[in-house]
Nanobody, 124 residues
Framework: QVQLVESGGGLVQAGGFLRVSCAAS????????MGWFRQAPGKAREFVAA????????YYADSVKGRFTISRDNAKNTVYLQMNSLKSEDTAVYYC?????????????????WGQGTQVTVSS
């Protein structure tokens, strides 16, 4: 069992930056791929970014490519999402997720564990 706890959300002005973190429990964090998803009010949850277990491959949604960066620190059991040049349309609850098979994916259905989410609000 893996427990995921997000933090770092908040209110930021458009054009600003924010870093959200996801701390994982358990000894097997380094073998998991990790993903970030988000859900805006009235919309379906959507993929944002993912990173494989070995930190050799990352994936991004087109809407965030070039602005967001996913990274991981296996020594701290933590995955990060650095968000730059934020836009009002980035406003959402951001969730991290863990994929025990390690490859990562844009498909939310392959993820085994989810955090509770952290709110990110971008004011225009």
């Amino acid at each position: 069992q893996v427990q995921l706890v997000e933090s770092g959300g908040g209110l930021v002005q458009a054009g600003g930056f924010l870093r959200v973190s996801c701390a994982a429990s358990g000894r097997t964090f380094s073998s998991y791929a990790m993903g970030w998803f988000r859900q805006a009010p009235g919309k379906a949850r959507e993929f944002v970014a993912a990173i494989n277990w070995s930190d050799t491959q990352t994936y991004y949604a087109d809407s965030v490519k070039g602005r967001f960066t996913i990274s991981r620190d296996n020594a701290k059991n933590t995955v990060y999402l650095q968000m730059n040049s934020l836009k009002s349309e980035d406003t959402a609850v951001y969730y991290c997720a863990a994929d025990r098979y390690g490859s990562g994916s844009r498909n939310e259905n392959i993820y085994d564990y989810w955090g509770q989410g952290t709110q990110v609000t971008v004011s225009s």
